[in-house]
């Protein structure tokens, strides 16, 4: 009995045991198997953070991309110009002192298309920016049609000292000009807005909206003040002056991830007044302060002054920072911007094809951008990558 009662004790243990021994196995096995899933989660996780970190450094623009896309449309345009009229494009520069950076310029371009380069009138000579016309083909004859524009040009800096509004950068005014009267219309204006293609940048652009906002309110400060002062009509050379649409002073501050538009008064004048010119009349811009000294049109305003039949007397490859176009601008000629764009960019790509960063980003919008409807747009957002398009080219093309 003694035997019996041993064997069944020893039997039960042994069974004990291994049921123990089989829970630890299986909470080992458990604790493996969780260990190698939460692993392979992790590292799921963590590739999955880097592919969309990697997706997104390709699908935001960067200063790299957006000097190519910049570079590109300039060898469109000039490559355009060429054939269409059989003459090399021109780009001027200031003064002496920049020949040198141009002169750089033109040989990094001339694999690509030739340019000419040379200096531009001074503004002691003539203070305005023309669009030319059937009857205005070049500076020259610009010169002696707006001389009445050049002396209200005078009578506007004299009235900017009076006013101590202090020295002014990119204070440009447009306006508008027949045989009886001239129509300004007022200083550059700026608008807020979320950009589609690029980061937030908000130190440097919030910096640089602030000096715009600064220097157009002073413009617009001045016109007022100018308007006030021939209330009671005011003419030169018999030719009568007026202020029309002053454009309200700038009041937004600076919101977080904005970037900002700033329309010139050259475009702000062809939004305008595209209906009314005719062979008797002629837009321009007005290059005020000491500190305003640029007598060419910027190259993105260049773009949209050739997109309507109406080329700048003069343009030049220094900044158009934050260029746009009015939400006044007619829709036919913002689709005559955008076409062109379009066209230049096409162009120009065929002889760039293989800039690596500008591929980088695009290619990532091959879906969306069939006809290339996306470059427009892109175009305005490289703009706001503050730089002069001699930097731009520079930095994009190899040495020659």
Known sequence: MRTVFKF??????????????????ESIESETNYSKENTTIKK???SEKAGLTKDKLHKVMTKEA?????TIIVVGYAKDVLSSTGKNAIFQYESPKDFAVHQKVQKKLKKYVTVDINQSIP???FPLIVAKNNRISNTEIAMLTGSTETK????????????????????????YSDASKIELVGASDLELYTPRYRGADDEN???????????????????TEYQ??????????????SVKDINPKVTSNFSTGKMFKSFHGMIVAMSKYASSIDKNSFLFEIACSSNTTKISSCFPCATFMASQKNSATSVHLGRGDNWNIPSSCSPSMLSAWQSNIIKWY???????????DWNAFISNYSGENRGNKLIPQMFLEALTFEDSFTKRIINTLPDA
């Open 228 to 241: 006030s002062s021939i209330s009671g009509g005011i003419s030169i050379g018999g030719v009568k002056i």
């Open 123 to 125: 503004k002691t000579t």
């Open 152 to 175: 209200l040009a005078k009578q506007l800096d004299l009235r900017l000292k009076k006013m101590n509004l202090g020295p002014l950068y990119g204070a440009y005014i447009g306006g």
């Open 44 to 46: 799921d996780a963590e």
């Open 66 to 70: 957006a000097d190519a896309l910049s």
């Open 205 to 223: 652009v919030k910096n640089a909206y602030n000096s715009a906002k600064e220097y157009s309110n002073k413009v617009i400060d001045l016109l």
């Open 346 to 356: 096409e162009i120009g790509l065929k002889s760039l094809n293989k800039n690596s």
């Open 8 to 25: 069944y004790r020893s039997t039960t243990l042994l069974l004990i045991f291994m049921f123990l021994m089989s829970c630890d196995k």
